[in-house]
């Protein structure tokens, strides 16, 4: 008897860590724009999870450092020959011990050509939970845990949730980008 075993579909996460300095002017330009993004958010309790939060997903503040960031990603992946752009960004700000529910960025839009959606932790607290997409894996779900300067790239289609289950404020920045051969 001969036993083989191997993957056909797996699932790429992509990860970038920025160091201090270089995500320090980035942590200041969301401390200064913190109330504006809580008082032009949707402000919610108890909806999309469980807890509260703020988010600007509707009407995003534009924030310089972070755009700065996300180009020094894209020569990365243009270095690579890939296109990469990106189509929209948001803010959240999660209280403790607030869930935002499993959910994806699958696009349903044909003039949006995202497939890879961000999260950047500007915080170190709580996570993002990835929830398997093949329901005969051993592993449903890997939480990874929030590191200051580290942003993650997953399939915009790929479950997953945002987690704080900690004392203090959960501070990410996501997006939804195109990233193509």
Do not use: C
Request: proline share 3%; charged share 20%; net charge positive.
């Amino acid at each position: 008897m001969q036993l083989d075993k191997f993957n056909i579909f797996p699932t790429e996460i992509i990860s970038f860590q920025f160091n201090v300095k270089e995500i320090q002017p980035l942590i200041d330009e969301i401390s200064k724009n913190k109330k504006k993004i809580k008082q032009t958010s949707n402000y919610y309790n108890n909806v999309g999870g469980v807890g509260k939060y703020y988010t600007d997903y509707a009407n995003p503040t534009k924030l310089h450092e972070y755009e700065k960031i996300m180009m020094m990603i894209g020569n990365y992946f243009i270095n690579n020959k890939k296109t990469f752009y990106v189509q929209n960004y948001w803010s959240a700000i999660y209280f403790e011990n607030s869930i935002h529910e499993t959910h994806n960025h699958i696009n349903f839009i044909k003039e949006k050509k995202y497939n890879y959606s961000t999260v950047l932790y500007l915080t170190s607290l709580g996570g993002t939970k990835l929830f398997n997409p093949n329901p005969t894996s051993y592993i449903d779900d890997v939480l990874i845990s929030s590191e200051v300067g580290k942003i993650i790239f997953f399939p915009s289609n790929l479950l997953h949730s945002g987690i704080n289950n900690q004392k203090g404020e959960r501070i990410i920045i996501s997006s939804n980008v195109e990233i193509y051969e």
